[in-house]
């Protein structure tokens, strides 16, 4: 759970996912060893997968690798399996990051006239009735490769706002209501601020062909806000099988019990 960390990234207050990561590893291995990940998640955001790796000369039983790093994680943190990859050869080298293929991600929103206890930090909410048919309707503009600056932070580093978009589903589940969007890589805060405009249409407030005016803006400011980062979920990072990485092969069901 993401709502304990300040984000993944290092900083100098040692309160992310990484630093915590990173100071296991070392008490494990005896000596520090610096972590590269798939995709860098914000304060308060979860990830049901994460993938990262990371340069050493020990040999150590894979096993050993998880179940010695778990022993210096906190509950909210957890090492579920490790892979050794070959030697590094030219145009062959493994990275956490740039060998992705896709990633995942789930938004979750509780949509009802009043906040659920039971969600609280593991969901956005929504009072006003939402109209899933309209929403997916907005959401079939963004498939396809376009330049999405009209849903990036202004701190965003990434080179490109270029981005291919594969998939953005979206499913009721009674009060819950489940996004879930997969794209070659996502810019900085593009999930949320695509789910906070997808609300816009879903309440009424604009007509779904407004998504394909927001995206040919290409400006911040066509967008929504950017939404609460409570139920957002890092879902699945997709490689080539060719890594043997040990990868679930599809994005889980989210599961909320009480619900």
Excluded at 96 to 106: D, G, I, L, N, Q
């Amino acid at each position: 759970m993401g709502t304990a960390w300040n984000g993944y990234q290092k900083q100098p207050s040692r309160d992310t996912v990484q630093d915590r990561l990173e100071i296991a590893l070392e008490r494990f291995a005896c000596t520090p060893l610096h972590t590269t990940c798939a995709g860098r998640t914000d304060a308060g955001v979860h990830a049901i997968e994460q993938v990262v790796h990371f340069d050493t000369d020990l040999a150590r039983p894979t096993q050993s690798w998880v179940r010695g790093t778990n022993a210096f994680l906190p509950d909210s943190i957890v090492v579920r399996w490790a892979h050794e990859l070959p030697p590094a050869e030219e145009g062959q080298e493994f990275h956490a990051r740039f060998s992705a293929r896709s990633r995942t991600y789930h938004y979750v929103l509780y949509n009802h006239p009043n906040p659920s206890a039971l969600l609280a930090g593991r969901a956005g909410w929504v009072f006003r009735p939402l109209d899933v048919e309209r929403m997916r309707e907005a959401a079939r503009h963004l498939i396809g490769t376009h330049d999405f600056t009209s849903f990036r932070a202004s701190g965003c580093q990434a080179n490109s706002p270029v981005k291919q978009m594969h998939e953005v589903n979206i499913e009721r589940h009674g009060d819950v209501i489940v996004f879930t969007v997969r794209a070659s890589a996502f810019l900085h805060h593009m999930v949320r601020n695509i789910v906070g405009s997808l609300i816009y249409v879903g309440t009424g407030r604009n007509a779904p062909d407004w998504m394909a005016e927001v995206l040919a803006a290409r400006s911040r400011d066509a967008a929504a806000p950017t939404f609460m980062p409570d139920g957002l979920y890092l879902a699945t990072i997709d490689y080539d099988p060719k890594w043997g990485l040990p990868q679930r092969g599809q994005s889980p069901v989210l599961v909320f019990p009480g619900l």
